[in-house]
């Protein structure tokens, strides 16, 4: 099959995904333009920021096109490119970009709160505590998973068989990827004070920024290993999760879009361009056994591994946690809830594509990571442009530690948040305990901590476990959001298929993956820290989803079309 065929199947799809279904949904569920949205009600200059379309759009696709677009195709093209092409058309369209519009929605339209708030107000406290813990445990796997993914990349240094030499392409996208941070609080009180109007004056700017920083980046690169560069994540990751939105998350954001789309539009026209044949199995089988022996099914293995290509429950934190106290105007939600996710769906395919063109007798290269195969494959195409090697390469490196890194600054603010909704309570005399643990600070150091102690047995640990608790959060989200549509008159059944789907894939892949450590530690191979924590953190996984599933259940069934309608609800 030419990959051609594939990506113009793909954009026809997404494209008629998001005019025809993106747009009925947004008609069914009532979107008013003219209704001040909660980042005007509560402005406040630090979570709650009125910015343009473009702008939350920005934080929205580069917050959620984490490592999942590129990590999750290309290892679950072990099954075959078709199973995985279906799933990224059918689950990007009916599911992931269906979740991230609601989360979008449901929280605009309840003052901008997170959807464990959201929980609490149609389902009742105990399902929100229940949900809030969830989420505070699913974004420690996220922490644990990227900040090794991201450490690795920037790794100055790499083996070879001369022995331990310097990583010319990792120390340079390290070195940009700390100008990004420093330019973009610049960028942020730049857009504060001066606030352009125009929207390409500001464009421009950003771009002229970018190229310098890649500049500068390729002269001075920074040469630390992989634990060193995890601990000064973490100190980035801190910074991130307490500083205004407009200073930091923000401006990197919006900056980090440009250099993002450019590597989308690159890997786009150099498969337009170069059009390679899909040398990958068409499929492999249901069953599909590695060379160490481990035999991995087509469910649930297939959609716990692409994860955020096709449906992501971290979108919805994203949605719902930042990005829903920044739209400025409801008509802007579809664009930047069911758009953004379209456009990763995208990203996925084109990682499909980029793996079947490298593969080597039906399946992928050994030896290599997924962000390896990805970045020689678009590295490659622009090669094909006339960019030299090195840049190629450096700017390929550069995109796929930003893919991972943006969703951490997010999830480490979000995963702040969510450790305080645990304790916050209605009384107005708070106790020393409240007072300590609601303390934004307090908060995320021991989330941070818990976070970083997870990511010492390296993102492949790690993996399984989040793309795991990823889909049931997503399960978990979808069902809370079709009470809220429900408790407010709105068409909720829409939403009931996928959410009962990814409920039947996630529990079946927790379960396999409490199995897997369990035997790990049996034949005398587990360890503490990466078997050990994993079976604790998904036991918990399985009672709190157990728990919310069933809370949630009965709250759905019970309530009734337009309970709770009332004058902040604009039913359609």
Known sequence: MNSLVILAIAVVALLL?????G??????????????????????????????????????FSSIAGAGPVQGPILAAMFGW??????????????????????????VKNEGKSIGLIIEKYIGKVGRRFFSLFEWLFTLLVIAAFTSMVSSTFNGFKTTTEGTVKNFNGASAATISMLFIFVA?????????????????????AVVLVVAMFAVGMQLPIYLNASQWNLVIMVYLFAAAVMPMWLLMQPRDYLTTF????????????????????????????????????????FPTLFVTIACGAVSGFHSLVS??????????????????????????????????????????GGAPAGLTPFQIFSAGVAGFLEKFGIPNTVANVFMTMCV??????????????????????????????????KICTNQYFATVITLVLGYLLCLGGYENVWALFGSANQMLAALVLIGIAVFLKATGRKHKMLLPPMFIMFAVTFSAIILNVKGNIESFVNGKGTFLVNGLQLIVAAFLIVLGVLVLVTCLKTLIKTKNGEASDTNQNAA
């Open 17 to 21: 995904g998001y005019t025809l279904y």
């Open 23 to 60: 747009r009925f949904l947004a008609k069914k569920w009532g979107v008013d333009p003219k209704k001040k949205t909660p980042a005007y009600e509560y402005e406040d200059g630090k979570d709650y920021v009125p910015s343009s379309k473009l702008t939350v759009f920005a934080h929205q």
């Open 82 to 107: 078709v199973p995985v092409l279906i799933w990224l058309l059918v689950g990007g369209v009916f599911f992931g970009a269906v979740q991230d519009f609601g989360a979008l929605y449901a929280s």
């Open 185 to 205: 609080i610049a960028f942020g009180i730049f857009n504060k004070f001066v606030k352009i109007r125009q929207e390409a004056v500001k464009s421009v700017i």
């Open 259 to 298: 250099m993002l789309v450019a590597m989308v539009l690159s890997a786009f026209v150099g498969v337009i361009i170069a059009h390679p044949s899909m040398n990958l199995n068409s499929f492999n089988g249901f069953t599909v056994t590695s060379a160490s022996g481990s035999v991995s099914y087509l």
């Open 320 to 361: 719902s946690g930042t990005s829903s106290k920044t739209v400025s105007n409801e008509k802007d939600m579809l664009f930047v809830g069911y758009g953004a996710m379209i456009l990763e769906t995208l990203l996925g395919v084109i990682s499909l594509i980029i793996v079947g063109a490298v593969a080597v007798n």
């Open 401 to 434: 530690s930003a893919l991972a890194l943006t969703s951490l600054d997010s999830v480490a603010r979000i995963g702040r948040m969510a450790f305080q909704e645990l304790f916050q309570t209605e009384n107005e005399n708070k106790s020393v305990l409240e």
